[in-house]
Nanobody
Framework: VQLQASGGGLVQAGGSLRLSCAAS????????MGWFRQAPGKAREFVGG????????YYADSVKGRFTISRDNAKNTIDLQMSSLKPEDTAVYYC??????????????WGQGTQVTVSS
């Protein structure tokens, strides 16, 4: 599975940005998809995810109410709509996929990352 993230850029605080992750395979019904981010000098952190069944999405407390994940099954893409952005949202954002057959919590496949910078 190959994942390609795009849509990063520079935005002012309070603004919005939409990231997209294109998968090389059909992910619906097979893969839980997630977004993670890593800021300079910090550990990678979970941002949000959408279950392989397509029904449930869940978010880190730090982004809840501001970020929304959606899945386009026809395009095999997962989007991350980010609103009310804050400077602390600045990070490299990664999309990842976890097979529904995986036993552990770790994600199996990762994209290359896209930079999001929020200016104050």
């Amino acid at each position: 599975v190959q994942l390609q993230a795009s849509g990063g850029g520079l935005v002012q605080a309070g603004g919005s940005l939409r990231l997209s992750c294109a998968a090389s395979v059909r992910t619906s019904s097979s893969y839980t998809m997630g977004w993670f981010r890593q800021a300079p000098g910090k550990a990678r952190e979970f941002v949000g995810g959408i279950h392989w069944s397509g029904g449930a999405s869940y978010y880190a407390d730090s982004v809840k109410g501001r970020f929304t994940i959606s899945r386009d099954n026809a395009k095999n893409t997962i989007d991350l709509q980010m609103s009310s952005l804050k400077p602390e949202d600045t990070a490299v954002y990664y999309c990842a996929a976890k097979s529904r057959l995986s036993k552990g919590p770790e994600y199996d496949y990762w994209g290359q990352g896209t930079q999001v910078t929020v200016s104050s």
